[in-house]
């Protein structure tokens, strides 16, 4: 159990030193020292944050769904990128704990009662190095000696980390839902249809592009702190190794992200990463009401992407206007380019055109597809 008073005694000197270091991870290449410093800040802010917010879980952490020591002696490891299938960081960090949650009886999918007539508790759920949350939150829960119950394949040399996102969403009677219910995202995190069903899912939710910048940050820290034990050729998610599972899934920019995890370029300078600071955290965080509110503008349909020949022909109208997609080209998919170059578009012509602004969200929705038209005839090109 984690000394609550003496993570208290540490906040202070904890939040100044990580604050600078996570803003270096992102601009300069950390000492070992500084990031394993980091990460020593990280893990007491992530309990101290628990205990604040989550008080009837301090006991349950560090959570017992681990294998202590067990990468310790391994000089190469893997890393696995996963998507919670939840809505909120608060849901995943209580399923990561090791608290008891009460068995359901298969036949009435009611509470099971043990002889006593109180609820049978079982240990559930599995376990996670790291946890991102929405608005990009990083949180600290497995030591990285320790492995985590993620994935079997990779429980014992992989680290691990937990992106919040729902990942598959389905329409029902109107309304948008998750597996474990109503999806209440719908404004902030449009549900995005995908040009090819992914494992047999239609729609998923998008990841924040804060996720992105953090997973980026994270990444350089521990190796950083780690030295020599990731490379690329081990870099993965979730769905490479089990056929069953969507996570991360195809709106997850992975190619692009381990890519700069391995970079020294500050992240900002990226061009990709441009693409998205220049429309701001993106799709619109929960704290944006001017922001959903415009992308509400779409209508019900904007998050739907439009059938590959019409997907095209917003590629080509967008590298005519000079926005670069320097891999794909107008290849009629939603990949992290286009997103980004329909993200960068938006924004410019909000800029132009205030008075007929539009959510910079990356969706090639209708409303989209018309303000590309109206830049092509502005500019005198033709897609």
Not at 41 to 57: F, G, N
Not at 89 to 103: I, K, N, Q, Y
Not at 260 to 268: E, K, L, R, V
Request: net charge negative; glycine share 6%.
């Amino acid at each position: 159990m984690i000394d609550v008073e003496a993570l208290k005694s540490l906040a202070a000197e904890d939040e100044a030193a990580w604050n600078a270091l996570w803003q270096k991870t992102g601009e300069a290449t950390l000492t070992q020292d500084e990031a394993q410093r980091a990460l020593a800040c990280l893990w007491r802010r992530t309990h101290l944050w628990i205990a604040r917010h989550m008080p009837d879980y301090v006991a349950d952490f560090p959570t017992c769904k681990r294998y202590p020591g067990i990468l310790k002696p391994r000089r190469e490891l893997y890393w696995t990128d996963h998507g919670t299938e939840g809505l909120t960081h608060e849901g995943t960090l209580a399923w990561f704990s090791s608290r008891r949650w009460p068995v359901n009886d298969p036949a009435t999918d009611k509470p099971l009662l043990g002889p006593d007539g109180q609820p049978v508790l079982k240990l559930q759920g599995g376990s996670t190095h790291f946890v991102i949350a929405l608005d990009g939150t990083v949180f600290y829960l497995i030591d990285l000696g320790d492995g985590a119950w993620h994935e079997p394949k990779r429980n014992r040399d992989s680290w691990s980390v937990e992106m919040v996102n729902a990942l598959d969403l389905h329409e029902e009677n109107g309304e948008w839902r998750t597996w474990c219910g109503r999806y209440p995202y719908v404004e902030s995190y449009p549900p995005v249809e995908l040009t090819l069903p992914w494992r047999g899912t239609r729609f998923m939710q998008p990841y924040d592009a804060r996720q992105a910048v953090a997973n980026i940050k994270l990444k350089r820290l521990v190796m950083a702190a780690q030295p020599g034990r990731l490379a690329p050729a081990r870099m993965s998610q979730h769905s490479d190794w089990r056929t069953d599972k969507l996570d991360c899934g195809p709106l997850w920019p992975i190619a692009e992200i381990n890519a700069a995890a391995f970079s020294t370029t500050p992240i900002a300078e990226l061009a990709w990463v441009k693409a998205l600071s220049a429309a701001g955290a993106l799709p619109a965080s929960l704290e944006s009401p001017d922001s959903q509110a415009l992308a509400a503008r779409e209508g019900n349909l904007s998050s739907v992407v439009d059938p590959i020949a019409s997907l095209r022909e917003v590629q080509q109208a967008l590298l005519v206007l000079g926005y670069a997609l320097p891999l794909s080209g107008a290849d009629g998919h939603l990949g992290p380019e286009t997103a980004a170059a329909v993200r960068a578009f938006q924004a410019d012509w909000t800029k132009a055109h205030p008075d007929d602004a539009i959510a910079a969200d990356g969706i090639p929705g209708a409303e989209t597809e018309k303000r590309l038209a109206a830049a092509c005839t502005e500019r005198g090109v033709t897609p």
